[in-house]
């Protein structure tokens, strides 16, 4: 194609394509190079567009940053939110969970690269700890009642909670680079690890260490 009709081309893109052809393009290489590895020019150059263009959508780099990051957010707390359905057991309801995180792993590969590397650079929606903290506040309810119904001390639920979304968490981080396992298997053993493990809790836990 030659460059007047490539120009031709551009121009005919509104400024609505050219914003999500951009975020495609910059979610792509944050999720090769990072953050700072990533440059306005090499974006602009990948749209075949001038710096200013990308200036005028974004303000800068934090900008269109921002905005990959907080879409992957909310396509994640989405999954996790819609697997959490009525009617479930309080173990489906954790397996749904898992499910849903490595799902999004699965298939949102770029995104996860990015939530779990620098994402707190000029995003409203923080760093994937953060995120996870936003899951856990939901598991929680779910403990709540398991340690009510086992005579547990509720209050410790969100501790509970947190260190169960973070072991799905780093879990997740591990799996991204070692599919040997299928996804339904490591949800399997993840919830076999957290379900099993809370069958035998103790009512008082003490370190047994001096």
């Known amino acids: 194609m030659s460059e007047g009709?490539?120009?031709?081309?551009?121009?005919?893109?509104?400024?609505?394509?050219?914003?999500?052809q951009l975020i495609a393009i910059?979610?792509?290489?944050?999720?090769?190079?990072?953050?700072?590895?990533?440059?306005?020019?090499?974006?602009?150059?990948?749209?075949?567009v001038s710096k200013p263009v990308v200036y005028e959508h974004f303000g800068g780099k934090e900008g269109i940053y921002a905005v990959v990051v907080?879409?992957?957010?909310?396509?994640?707390?989405?999954?996790?939110?819609?697997?959490?359905?009525?009617?479930?057991?309080?173990?489906?309801?954790?397996?749904?969970a898992t499910l849903a995180l490595l799902d999004y792993v699965e298939g949102h590969t770029d995104g996860f690269r990015i939530l779990i590397r620098d994402s707190g650079v000029g995003s409203n929606s923080g760093s994937f700890a953060s995120i996870l903290?936003?899951?856990?506040?939901?598991?929680?309810?779910?403990?709540?009642?398991?340690?009510?119904?086992?005579?547990?001390?509720?209050?410790?639920?969100p501790l509970y909670a947190q260190m169960l979304v973070g072991m799905v968490g780093v879990t997740g981080q591990w799996w991204l680079d070692n599919r040997k396992h299928s996804k339904r298997?490591?949800?399997?053993?993840?919830?076999?690890?957290?379900?099993?493990?809370?069958k035998n809790l103790e009512s008082k836990p003490r370190l047994r260490v001096q």
């Open 5 to 20: 009709r490539e120009a031709r081309r551009r121009v005919r893109m509104t400024g609505q394509e050219r914003r999500e």
């Open 185 to 198: 298997d490591v949800a399997a053993h993840l919830v076999n690890l957290a379900w099993n493990g809370m």
């Open 133 to 157: 903290s936003d899951v856990a506040s939901q598991v929680e309810d779910i403990l709540v009642s398991e340690f009510k119904a086992r005579n547990l001390d509720h209050r410790a639920a």
């Open 70 to 96: 907080d879409r992957e957010v909310l396509t994640l707390l989405d999954a996790i939110r819609n697997s959490l359905v009525e009617g479930q057991s309080r173990r489906e309801l954790m397996e749904r």
């Open 26 to 48: 910059s979610r792509a290489l944050f999720a090769n190079k990072g953050f700072e590895g990533t440059s306005i020019e090499e974006i602009a150059a990948r749209a075949q």
